[in-house]
């Protein structure tokens, strides 16, 4: 028979600490500290199966299930020498959720279940407390109504404002056992009138409708909401927790609280907490009363003239300080602790890893690895990637007011606040006039780097995660939320809206890139900072990670910051970035516009000057690392003009007539550009093009090497999808590069690779490594092809994929392993096999994020490439991936496939 | 040692017929023929082998193949007791190519190879018949200069015109030895002025030129071309055939000539050749004197009153008769041979399986089993699957006089001629006046659907082999040309050029959309015939196939030509077609526009009538057939009004302003619509569209069961990248079905499934099985997806890929087996083990295509389906499979992969 309950009690503990998937987070927390020998409440845990059960029947708890709650209740009794829903000596239950993360949204707690109008009589008989009694049952009433029957909290809750008013009183304290027990009446009258149901009296009907009540919680809205908001699975469900109760609410000797082994907002080794006195755990939180300070150290404005845990019960508060460092020593982590003193004994009532801001994560870590608590690998292992996001980037102050307009893609992390405007000129012209703007788009193209470049932030109608928005935004590191689909856009106007309200050009909007929300006016932010344990804990990285992190850079300035984050060479340098100046485009134009070889040429020609001081930047800035650069991708049309003013300029450049340009226009419109006449396509039709670029590559690398620069340079090809394109174009690279060697009269190392960024590509990789020193996989086109889903369409039905949960996670945000990952793993697998010298790497948007490098580590890749900011983030989730998949294990288990999780 | 050279003689033959790989089509026959006994000059073959060393030895020819050559040389002027250059009594040879399939453009022949100056003095005198040898010198001169030297082939002919002339002459018989010893001066002194060299005079040194200009002419680019459209391996190479002469033209009683087993144009089982009495092989080709008939059935109204071969030489035509008639029993097939008759005796230089039209081919082969020759089974074999196209669409009169104006791409077979219009409304208003039309457009669309039908042809100046206009017009059994790239159409002025001359509307055209020229004016075509031989011979098709075939069909109309040509069932009807019609779209678009679901539901129960009736069609046209409907795949802006007017009208019928019109069309607006908001993931975010679609479905299949039809649906649903989404949407089906069912209290089987048409369906196929009762594989967007290549915008740079030979074959044409087939090889693999019951088929343009089929049935597929046209030809390569693919064979190499070619 399958095990659905697991107990926890000073005599029989049935689970323990890593048992979280089963029992909650709590469950294994209550189970644990039992184990090892602390006051916890006896009680048990409804497994998170139990849960999966419930919905498989429909919603019933049956009756195996049941059985073994009553087994488990009836224990309770024994230890407890109580009898739940007795009339002389009734025992009580707290009843609590918990899953294996904690999730905002599920319900809570109820507190002071098995009372009725017969047992809290002799609750208040058996205590000599007859205010307690009621009290206890007039709180049980409230949030068993709300939580459990779902009665709108404030209902109840204002008739306790209203008594207290009456009574001409502040704080609950001051009301008596008559008080709640008048309570009580109108509590139980409003029960009936609101909901056509009386109370239940039953303590038994209390308690299944309290369980079925969690279980039902966990596909609350609001659940599902922050599931999705961080991929947690739907299909894990929670636990229920039901422990006997103790009462922090019997007197003056009794007290409940909270504290932390250290401060959870900075790491300092301080202990840490509140208290109140004669009250129930939920009053901590309500912020009914003003908690006092647990001790000197905890003590703040609002509560230095309150007396401390230490002052009143100095016993019990060094028996909490011995359990602190009991807890702490035992789980290796600051924790948060919550607690109840019944007449002056201390009782445990939850304990986990406390929560802490990213720089406290830091200083914790270091400071437990120096104190000989948890060792180095403990230590890269204890921190979410994603949350060096914190130290990155400017936040919002969090204690600022805010007004929520609307919710975007949260497609850039950081703070932004500015002056709106619709136009890239405007954004660079109001930025060199020294404002601050926030540039808004339907969506943004290769034209509006300038304006990107200018604005504060980014903010866009349409795309997704990997929309050139994000994608651009995140290697310069500036905020961007995008795809915000409540954003309606006037450009005639320069107006826009979000339904309503109308905002103009020129007027203030706050965002936060890292959720994706949009705020009314100008928000105060908090900058970028990086704590002193920032350095120490990077380095340990280094050590344990396979992977090398490059990174997407296609400036010397963006080389520079990703080096300073600790970048091992640049995975992917676009070349047509570069295209976009003012004097350089007209002669990108002059090439499309070209009838012949020979016109085409001479407007390369134009251009390669430019390109290769370009990369002479890139190769000083990356001095002895390699610089891998990618030859021209986009289709040729991204380049021409699209105003009629830039159209007009460019005929009268060209002295061609505007017919021409428009013929021309229409001729290079493409119905699916990303399946088009770009990449490598481009090289096979317009040899000359890819090789001016080889060329200026070359040249380049020469011109560093006579500074004494170190120069690695790798020659990518995009879009290959058959082997003999790139044999075809590997052949004119090398003759071009022969022949600059030739002129030059000097030599250098370098390589030439592909990009797998197409299907084919992944399947038919054998053939095109035979051809390749190294492959790079796109792994952003290669989802857009997998899926068949435009990352730039695809906007408007994701979301509805995610939260339907047909897809777990966007996939150009998370690597799609089962699809996209058969692929790179097959291409890895056949391509190293056919040339076992090949470097294998990603540089598609995945290679910056934590679950996707971990994927890369594990299939063999040899390095990651992400855009400059996220390198410190790659560096930790690389160590991580290291750390959880050592190589022996690995290979103990001969394929990497049967290894993952 | 590699053996290179492959001898043939009455005393020691090493090749035989089968080794056309080797030796090439005309060495292996003449092998064969050696080894029969026939009269064949002995000689010797350089192998294909050889040439293909030639090019990867840059083009030289290497000692041991040239060992190998002088060592066969000394062979065969062994047995011909002749040496070759020899001063008394001088071995010619001639010098032919021979590759495994004949290929035009290639180097045809060298005659009389060995003479020169003092050669031809001794042949004079040996054969004392000085006449006989200068013709043979000067003939040498001629074809050596041209075929091996390169000199335009007009120079020296014009000489012998002019000499011609000067002697007031006709004929060549009519010159004597004197005239042809000048005409050799003068030749010698032409090659000397045009090519700066001397004739080359050294027999060996004549014969490695002519062995190494075979070798080059392989890569002819009209060779080149030719193997590019019938889709040969460039790698194959040519042989080399060297043979010892034979003279047809040492007088009266020589002769040479041609003869066909049976009549190559009719097929019927006659005797038939013509022949030219002292000759050489190459007069009756280049059609200088008109050839004579070898016997009474050859004759025609130009040569009636010319001798029979049968009259002059009786006892040699009856050797040629006892010898066709071996040969043709020996090959089990109809002959084309060539001949030489010196001094009456019969030498045969060649026999080969006789070109024919396809109706000649039909009777033969259904001739050939009733004679008992061959086998139902071999007859099968014979005819290549593409060549019925012949019978089933109309073609240009060979005979007419015609001006070639420009070539596309062949996209849907038949010839068609009318007046040029450029929109759809005019071609359907012109074709009701009864006018012909062609359809010249851009590209087309949905939209243009009418016009296309009221259209002649279509043409359009974009698109590939699959794009809209291309699969429509096959679907129609309409002739068009697609991707004509120098096509320029000028809608505003309705005008079009190919680069110069304007045609204006109402100009006549003519295009073959079987070869993909198009032509000036209106040229005479002949109707589609089909013989009386096409039934019998289909038939025993059926017997064969495992595939069965379906067609892609959405009308009754074309269900029932599909059923006529054999069709087996409906392998898909697409359901978007319906929605153009005038009374239907504006619903269709009535739902676009409708902004809440209880709207949408309004418009859509608008087209439910509608679609239910076009089932009923269907359903009744296909009684007793499986019928595959896909629910709606496009994305909706497919269906949005693109004119002014359309826009006006839709705002005026809606009453909605213009300016909400616009809006909508940009909100809908995608930049790949192809990667965007279609298939599955309109069923996803508009479940009542696809409610709508199932309901329509099942009412009228409810209601032709009525009518004693039977009826097997089967719903398609498109684009499927998650198993979750065909879960999703099967359940909600299965409600609406189940509703219908209860209203209607009837029942009715039907299947459920999805198309497999995206990488990541194909490589998750074993667990969407699990979902589908059959799997179609929609090959036209997985090839797009796996190349990542748009079938509408590839039309620009495809021709440059093939013609660089990096895609060997236009992938939307040919499957292409290495990538797209890898992926629905696999997919049928672990979809089939994952539900065995799992029904799996084709329903891409490539079910429609020979190639394709065979790969179908090898990897195990249980369908193909293509347009109704196509039907007859997929029945046709589906036996031509499983007679190459027998089950047993495949079993029994355990893998289909294994057992590729």
Redesign the interface.
């Known amino acids: 028979m399958q095990q659905w309950v697991y107990r926890f009690s000073s005599e029989l503990t049935e689970g323990n600490k890593d048992m979280k998937n089963l029992l909650g987070g709590k469950g294994a927390n209550l189970a644990e500290m039992s184990s090892l020998g602390l006051a916890v409440p006896p009680g048990f845990t409804i497994s998170t199966e139990a849960c999966t059960q419930y919905y498989k029947e429909n919603k019933t708890i049956n009756e195996e299930i049941k059985k073994q709650i009553l087994a488990a209740l009836n224990q309770v009794e024994k230890l407890q020498k109580k009898k739940f829903g007795d009339k002389t000596d009734p025992l009580l239950f707290s009843v609590r959720s918990g899953s294996r993360v904690s999730m905002p949204g599920m319900m809570d707690t109820v507190l002071n279940l098995g009372l009725n109008d017969e047992t809290v009589k002799a609750l208040a008989e058996k205590t000599k407390n007859e205010r307690f009694a009621w009290d206890s049952y007039r709180r049980f009433i409230q949030m068993f109504s709300n939580v459990v029957l779902g009665l709108g909290h404030s209902l109840l809750e204002h008739q306790l404002d209203d008594l207290k008013t009456a009574r001409g009183v502040k704080e609950d304290t001051e009301l008596n056992a008559k008080d709640f027990q008048e309570l009580v009446t109108v509590y139980k009258s409003i029960v009936l009138e609101e909901l056509g149901r009386k109370f239940p009296s039953d303590p038994m009907e209390q308690l299944w409708l309290a369980i079925g009540a969690v279980f039902n919680s966990w596909h609350n809205p609001r659940a599902q909401m922050y599931r999705e908001m961080h991929g947690y699975d739907s299909s894990w469900g929670t636990a229920v927790n039901v422990q006997a109760m103790v009462f922090g609410n019997m007197g003056e000797t009794c007290a409940t609280g909270v504290c932390f082994t250290r401060d959870p907002s900075t790491g300092a080794k301080i202990f840490f907490g509140e208290y109140l006195v004669n009250a129930q755990g939920e009053d901590v939180v309500a912020g009914i009363r003003t908690p006092a300070p647990i001790n000197e150290k905890s003590k703040n404005e609002s509560n230095k003239n309150m007396k401390t845990l230490e002052e009143i019960m100095p016993e019990t508060y060094e028996e909490l300080v011995a359990t602190y460092k009991k807890l702490e020593a035992h789980y290796k982590d600051m924790q948060d602790i919550e607690f109840t003193i019944e007449n002056k004994k201390l009782y445990l009532l939850q304990t986990r890893n406390a929560k802490r801001t990213v720089n406290a994560a830091l200083k914790v870590a270091v400071d437990l690895v120096s104190e000989g608590m948890i060792t180095k690998e403990q230590a890269v292992l204890k921190i979410y990637p994603e949350d060096l996001n914190q130290l990155l980037h400017p936040r919002l102050d969090p204690k600022a007011k805010k007004t929520l307009l609307a919710s975007g893609l949260p497609a850039s992390p950081g703070a932004a606040g500015g002056q709106i405007v619709f136009n890239s000129e405007t954004a660079q012209e109001w930025a060199k006039n020294g404002k601050k703007v926030i540039l808004v788009r339907q969506e943004t193209s290769p034209e509006d780097i300038g304006g990107m470049a200018a604005a504060q932030g980014i903010l866009t109608a349409r795309g997704g995660m990997t929309s050139h928005a994000a994608v651009v935004a995140r290697g310069m590191g500036k905020p961007c939320v995008a795809g915000c689909s409540a954003l309606m856009i006037n450009y005639n106007d320069k107006t826009m809206s979000f339904g309503k309200d109308k905002y103009r050009e020129g007027d203030y909007l706050t965002f936060d890139g890292a959720t994706g929300e949009i705020y009314e006016g100008l928000i105060p932010t908090i900058e970028a900072q990086m704590s002193e344990d920032f350095a120490t804990y990077m380095a340990w990285t280094d050590k344990f990670k396979r992977l090398d992190i490059r990174t997407n850079a296609d400036t010397p300035e963006d080389s520079k910051i990703a080096r300073s984050f600790g970048a091992q060479g640049i995975g992917l340098c676009r070349t047509e970035h570069m295209f976009f100046a003012p004097e350089r485009i007209l002669a990108v134009r002059e090439m499309i516009f070209a009838k012949t070889q020979v016109d085409r040429k001479k407007a390369l020609n134009k251009l390669l000057p430019f390109q290769r001081e370009d990369f002479v930047g890139i190769f000083k800035a990356m001095n002895g690392l390699p610089v891998n650069i990618r030859l021209l991708d986009p289709p040729l049309h991204e380049f021409l003009p699209h105003t009629e003013n830039d159209m007009k300029e460019l005929a009268a450049s060209l002295q061609i007539s505007m017919n021409e340009i428009r013929e021309r226009k229409d001729f290079l419109h493409?119905?699916?550009?990303?399946?088009?006449?770009r990449g490598c396509?481009l090289g096979?039709?317009f040899s000359e093009i890819y090789q001016m670029q080889v060329r200026a590559i070359i040249e380049a690398a020469l011109m560093a090497k006579k500074d004494k620069v170190v120069v690695l340079p790798e020659i990518m090809i995009p879009?290959i999808?058959?082997h003999?394109?790139l044999e075809?174009l590997k052949k004119e690279a090398i003759e071009e590069i022969e022949m600059v060697f030739k002129e030059l009269g000097n030599k250098i190392e370098y390589q030439i690779g592909t990009m797998i960024?197409?299907?084919?590509a992944a399947?038919?990789a054998d053939k095109i490594a035979k051809h390749a020193e190294f492959f790079s996989f796109g792994t952003n086109?290669l989802t857009?092809?997998?899926?068949?889903?435009?990352r730039?369409?695809?906007g408007?039905?994701l979301p509805?994929?995610t939260s339907?949960?047909?897809?777990a996670r966007d996939p150009f945000v998370v690597l799609?392993q089962?699809?996209?990952g058969?692929?790179v793993e097959h291409a890895v697998k056949i391509g190293k096999k056919a040339n076992p010298d090949l470097h294998c790497g990603i540089c598609g948007e995945h290679g910056g994020e934590p679950n996707s490098i971990e994927f890369c580590h594990k299939v063999g890749l040899d390095y990651v490439s992400c855009s400059p900011f996220r390198v410190p983030i790659a560096r930790l989730a690389a160590a991580q991936a290291a750390l959880k998949w050592p190589a022996t294990a690995m290979e103990k288990h001969g394929s990497v496939k049967e290894n993952r999780i």
Request: proline share 4%; charged share 30%; net charge negative.
């Open positions: 493409e119905f699916n550009p990303m399946l088009g006449h396509r096979i039709t879009l999808s058959d003999k394109e075809l960024e197409l299907p084919r399947i038919t086109d857009q092809t997998t899926y068949g889903l435009s730039d369409d695809a408007k039905f509805i994929y339907k949960n047909i897809y799609d089962e699809g996209v058969f692929l």
